[in-house]
């Protein structure tokens, strides 16, 4: 059923331009057009991707209303939406699918080619955004979600729905690093019980991998952050060994792997730099997985002679190589059958004028995940 709204004001965290704050705004939001949904927000999830807007890393049209990790109620539908429906409980999904390209109809919904044109474009998939200004002018829509917002027009196709048993903040966890960090130990990597990991980077991403790990039962499974609130937070999710990011790593890790070095080495941050480290951790024979989003632009220089002699695998991992239908309700169930404690990702929650305070203690390293609630 269509629902005929016009337009709504909306406060929202605006982004104008890079190493500027981000700025709370009275924006319009235009009603969802046919296959869209109204969505009002609860719980966005402070992620490092949306200060890669903020930082010039990620290149993207301004100004942008950032936000990729939310969950909410649906409010209203546009024509033709089927899926969902007013009331429901839904989780965002930034990396939609179609369901008819060449990726979808060869179980790769998170490559799907589609959407990709719109989303870097920071419109609607018509090619118009929903936001605009007190001037009338158009403000784009970060990953096609906009969800540093108190309400947003997204895509059927990025709706998932939720059972309303699980927590605001944690399906919106489920919307990003849940998924790219589970995703990257039973989907990308496909890890073994009994087989070592080493996971570089212990924020929401890392510590979700760490969970991965566990529920397959690997072991060991060694975590590395720079922090220590982090290194102990990581041992909480499972990590049976942490150990900071200093001098002497590939000999502690080879030291609890018999000699040889981890069989799956994750890495969650996204540096060239330490990309290059992961590689030594990595046995021969064994799989670098790089789940970290790298700036743009930027490149690692792997010793291709020794990936060929020692036949180390290199996999890039999107979004935790997820089929969003399929995988957030089960990481949802999961949550509430208590193998996945996902709420206790969630460190401290912020308002939505509070947003630059927490990205301030996001970098500080002081938060496994902050989120914002509505």
């Known amino acids: 059923m269509a629902h005929n709204l016009g337009s709504v004001k909306i406060q929202a965290a605006v982004l104008h331009a890079a190493h500027r704050p981000f700025e709370i705004e009275s924006l319009e939001l235009e009603e969802p057009h046919a296959g869209e949904v109204l969505?009002?927000?609860?719980?966005?999830?402070?992620?490092?991707?949306?200060?890669?807007?903020?930082?010039?890393?990620?290149?993207?049209?301004?100004?942008?209303?950032?936000?990729?990790e939310g969950a909410g109620i649906v409010e209203a539908v546009g024509q033709g939406v089927t899926t969902v429906g007013v009331g429901d409980h839904v989780s965002l999904n930034?990396?939609?699918?179609c369901g008819c390209c060449f990726y979808c109809l060869n179980g790769r919904p998170s490559l799907c080619e589609t959407f990709v044109g719109p989303i870097w474009a920071g419109t609607m998939a018509d090619g118009t955004t929903r936001l605009r200004d007190s001037s009338g002018r158009p403000v784009y829509h970060f990953s096609g979600l906009a969800a540093f917002a108190e309400k947003s027009v997204v895509s059927e196709r990025s709706c998932v729905r939720m059972n309303p048993m699980i927590p605001f903040e944690v399906a919106a966890l489920i919307g990003c690093a849940v998924t790219t960090g589970v995703g990257s130990a039973l989907n990308t990597a496909k890890?073994?019980?009994?087989s070592s990991v080493v996971v570089f980077g212990a924020g929401g991403v890392g510590l979700s991998t760490i969970m991965g790990?566990?529920?397959s039962g690997c072991h060991p499974i060694i975590a590395i952050d720079r922090s220590e609130d982090k290194l102990r937070v990581a041992q909480e999710f499972g990590a049976s060994h942490s150990f900071g990011a200093g001098d002497g790593l590939v000999e502690t890790v080879r030291g609890l792997t018999e000699g040889r070095g981890a069989d799956t080495v994750f890495e969650a941050i996204g540096s060239p730099e330490v990309q290059e480290l992961c590689l030594e951790l990595v046995r021969p024979g064994g799989t670098l997985v790089l789940s970290g989003l790298a700036p743009m632009g930027s490149s690692t220089n792997f010793p291709s002679s020794a990936i060929a002699r020692q036949e180390k695998a290199i996999l890039g991992c999107y979004y935790g190589s997820a089929n969003a239908a399929r995988d957030f309700p089960l990481y949802g169930r999961m949550f509430l059958d208590g193998l996945l404690p996902l709420d206790q990702l969630v460190t401290k929650t912020y308002r939505l004028d509070e947003i630059n305070e927490a990205y301030a203690e996001m970098l500080a390293g002081r938060l496994a995940r902050g989120v914002v609630v509505f």
């Open 39 to 68: 969505v009002q927000l609860k719980a966005t999830g402070v992620c490092h991707s949306d200060w890669h807007l903020a930082t010039g890393a990620t290149s993207h049209p301004l100004p942008v209303v950032p936000g990729h």
């Open 213 to 215: 790990a566990r529920l």
């Open 191 to 194: 890890v073994t019980s009994g």
């Open 94 to 97: 930034w990396a939609p699918s």
